[in-house]
């Protein structure tokens, strides 16, 4: 609004504005719809891990925008104004976005000694890592998480439609998510490979380490250091036991011993997503950043504005015109809208919608201007 006022001088209202929004993101859906499937040589043109990777993000909205358990809460637990919340004490003012993207990359094999070197915090950039390659990213607030895998699926499945390249699902963890992925891996008839994220996981294995060592201690980062060579070569389970065997014999109290139960449980329960060996092996990527800075540059630096709180039609605007723009397909997707929008607003209103073809002028003879100077 700001940029429209500075270089046309005319101010749109606020409201007008967020209808203008809603109308140019009505045709997402459509677009997407109309893309074809990739014919066989097209999709050998491509690189051969295919990925999908799905998150949830929180977007704070109006309260008659939150979701039925959220708004309930809302309204049994209201946030007393200056209020500063308690560590763990919830604002319930958020509804929960999925976002998805689906791309190509080339299969870089490393070894576990690659891994750790790069998780240093100074080390050489690798020349030859791999990057992300026709990647398309959104996200829907108004779209239950199963609506939106299966957008995914689609995208990817209009990407290889004969399944020969090797499909790859990189999650953080969540039963949900991990669940509808499976469904709809089988409903597709994909062989999906399913990979938690590592950086979840070493984030587990620092709170476990903090546990067994005291604050500060040097002695924590070459702790944390061996037993990640050992999940990065396929021993998640010798992990767990040996850091649980390790608060056993410090003889720690239950409170003291949590963080290293909770890093083995956590261990135990993914313990089928942890085989980073075969994955390194295969050239598969182990780490979540794509959905991770989708989830920041697409939903949190837009949506989380000082003040924001939205609606559910505005912000599910904003999100599909910022997947656009993130996924360089505005520019065709406007294209595509402004064609819609000559059929909504011209086409429909003559017969069978089809606008009927200028012939010439059977009364006009001559081909000049109608024009005549006088003096």
Not at 44 to 70: F, H
Request: aromatic residues 8%; proline residues 6%; positive net charge.
């Amino acid at each position: 609004m700001a940029t429209i006022s500075t270089t046309t001088g005319a101010h749109v209202p606020k409201r007008q504005a967020e209808q203008l929004v809603e109308r140019a993101a009505q045709d997402f859906e459509a677009f997407y719809d109309t893309r074809r499937c990739a014919t066989p040589q097209e999709a050998q043109c491509t690189s051969n891990v295919l990925v999908i990777s799905v998150d949830g993000k929180g977007v704070p909205m109006r309260q008659a925008a939150l979701r039925a358990g959220t708004r309930q809460a809302a309204e049994v637990h209201p946030a007393p104004r200056g209020h500063r919340r308690k560590p763990g004490e919830r604002a319930h003012s958020k509804r929960m976005a999925t976002v998805a993207a689906v791309y190509t990359i080339r299969p870089w094999v490393r070894t576990p000694a690659d891994i750790v070197h790069e998780l240093q915090p100074t080390h050489a950039v690798a020349s030859a890592r791999p990057r992300p390659a026709a990647k398309r990213v959104w996200a829907s607030l108004a779209q239950p998480p199963a609506e939106v895998i299966d957008q995914a699926f689609e995208e990817a499945e209009r990407r290889d439609p004969q399944h020969t390249k090797q499909w790859v699902a990189l999650v953080d963890g969540n039963l949900t998510q991990l669940c509808l992925l499976y469904a709809a891996a089988a409903a597709y008839g994909v062989t999906l490979c399913i990979v938690l994220d590592l950086l979840h996981v070493l984030q587990y294995l620092w709170k476990a380490a903090w546990a067994l060592h005291p604050a500060g201690a040097p002695e924590a980062e070459p702790w944390v250091t061996a037993r990640l060579e050992l999940l990065l070569r396929g021993r998640s389970q010798h992990v767990a036991a040996g850091m649980r065997r390790s608060a056993t014999v410090r003889h720690l109290t239950e409170e003291q011993r949590a963080p290293v139960d909770q890093c083995a449980n956590y261990l135990l329960k993914y313990a089928d997503f942890l085989h980073y060996d075969a994955y390194l092996a295969a050239g598969f990527p182990i780490a979540t950043g794509v959905i991770e800075g989708a989830c920041r540059h697409l939903v949190k630096d837009r949506m989380e504005v000082t003040g924001a709180r939205w609606s559910l039609t505005g912000a599910e605007a904003v999100l599909r015109l910022r997947s656009l723009w993130v996924s360089g397909d505005f520019e065709t997707y406007w294209r595509f809208h402004l064609e819609q929008e000559q059929k909504r607003n011209h086409a429909t209103h003559y017969a069978d919608g089809a606008v009927p073809m200028q012939g010439p002028n059977p009364r006009r003879q001559d081909k000049g201007t109608y024009l005549r100077l006088i003096k």
